[in-house]
């Protein structure tokens, strides 16, 4: 990994010809690293703590709406040193493959997303990227304040 995001209380790793997108609203917080390809990795700090698997649940019934063909496997990873609700999913998108891998866990001031997937022709070459990515992630909340602050500056 040739570049490091560090902000926000926010640390992780990504490819040097990788494009970082951030956005942010009163509700939550992303950054989104976009491979050359149809490849991505997306972080969300949601600040209303929803539950985790609450999270993914929706997620998942957002995939549901879009794709007819989807498979959804339960997994077990963690964030960092957190346990996670979390699974991993294939879909068939314009006869195309994809795959995406969700993951959520709670903090003391938000919930983590991490969402990152590709289509099945690169997913050889950038899953061993986005799961480095993954496994970079470390966050403080101690640091995160100056994020929460913008939208609520009563603390």
Known sequence: MDRVFEGHGIRFE???????HE???PEEFTLTVHSPDTSFWSLTLIFDRPDPRRVIDAILETFREEYTEIDV?????RLGDQPT???ELDF???DLIGSAFLRAAVAPDFTLLVLYQGADLELDDTQPLLEKI???LTWDADDLPDVLDVFNPEG
């Open 14 to 20: 990504y490819p040097e010809d990788w494009i970082l």
């Open 23 to 25: 956005q942010s609203s």
């Open 73 to 77: 496997y339960p997994s077990d990873v």
């Open 85 to 87: 609700e979390s699974c």
């Open 92 to 94: 068939v998108c314009h």
């Open 134 to 136: 993954n496994n970079s």
